[in-house]
């Protein structure tokens, strides 16, 4: 397929207004016209309808926009990888922390690739899990940490660790004296999290697990694990933490507890999109099974691997 069209479409999807579209792609929008027709001829489907205002997209039309979009930009990493191996240049892995799942095992896998492949260069950023899903369907990631579940075609993800889940309250608070909290306890009290957008499959499995009659009051949303942490430590209400983060910032003036059984649990992941698997990829995948144990790909959301309970938290 012709990946001029596809950039073409890809624009015009966007503006769905051939004459902007054209204007963006700096070509005449006669020209335009005939590419998005011959694009038309070559999928054997209709790809748009014309409107007064411009032109939508058929259901043919959002598919191939969606996918148009992927296959440009693994194109485009391709010939990157082309041009650094021409130009004798050191391969590149790019890889996505999610935000909550620093240390831990997740250092210790980065650290080992690191040792195992020097000669690779490790081009780390740091994102939220829905962030790093759509950098890696955009092919400008080659893997992520993520927090599952994740319920997005194409990608797939090898589960890395399971990790329990605490409960962050004021110093002040009467649950800061228990050992650990039945959920009842925890039905009405005000309660802070990250907006769900930032990582959908891991809010809805944490207010499941603490809130299963109702869901939780809440009362505020901060963006990260540090700041609903702070809020806590001001009274503003309790929050569900993953433990390891919630150790690594160590906060005053907020406790740490647990919950009564069934334990709550959340699970850290490595995602990659089927299409872009490479033999880099294919080393890191390997150091996974390594440090992780052998966990598979998650087609079914079910938790694999996993970190014990360790100590229970103290004041």
């Avoid at 309808?49 to 996918?67: F, K, N």
């Avoid at 930009?73 to 021409?86: F, K």
């Avoid at 831990?104 to 790093?132: C, E, K, M, S, Y």
Wanted: charge should be positive; hydrophobic fraction near 40%.
């Amino acid at each position: 397929m012709d990946l001029r069209r596809l950039r073409y479409f890809a624009v015009l999807a966007e503006e769905l207004n051939f004459t902007r579209a054209a204007h963006r792609l700096h070509i005449a929008q006669p020209a335009l016209s005939q590419q998005i027709k011959a694009l038309e001829r070559d999928i054997g489907a209709r790809l748009l309808d014309r409107t007064s205002r411009g032109c939508a997209l058929t259901a043919v039309g959002t598919v191939v926009a969606r996918e148009a979009v992927e296959l440009l930009a693994h194109a485009a990493a391709a010939q990157e990888r082309i041009r650094a191996a021409r130009d004798g240049r050191r391969e590149q892995l790019r890889l996505a922390y999610t935000r909550s799942a620093r240390g831990g095992v997740v250092d210790a896998l980065v650290a080992q690739f690191r040792a195992r492949n020097p000669d690779i260069d490790l081009v780390p950023q740091t994102g939220w899990t829905a962030h790093n899903v759509s950098e890696l369907l955009a092919g400008r990631l080659d893997a992520a940490f993520v927090r599952p579940p994740l319920d997005t075609p194409g990608i797939q993800c090898r589960l890395i660790a399971r990790e329990e889940l605490l409960l962050a309250v004021p110093v002040d608070h009467p649950l800061a004296g228990e050992r650990r909290i039945p959920r009842h306890r925890i039905a009405t009290e005000p309660v802070i999290l990250w907006p769900r957008e930032n990582g959908p499959g891991m809010h809805d499995r944490i207010t499941q697990q603490l809130w299963p009659h109702g869901g939780p009051r809440i009362v505020r949303e901060e963006p990260d694990d540090e700041q609903l942490l702070l809020a806590v430590a001001t009274g503003a209400g309790i929050a569900p933490v993953p433990e390891g983060r919630a150790r690594a910032l160590r906060v005053p003036g907020v406790r740490l507890r647990r919950l009564s059984a069934p334990v709550p649990t959340v699970d850290i992941a490595l995602a990659y999109h089927r299409r872009t698997a490479t033999p880099l990829l294919d080393r890191l995948l390997d150091v996974v099974e390594s440090v992780a144990g052998q966990a598979g790909p998650d087609d079914s959301g079910d938790p694999v691997g996993g970190v014990g309970p360790g100590p229970t938290p103290t004041p």
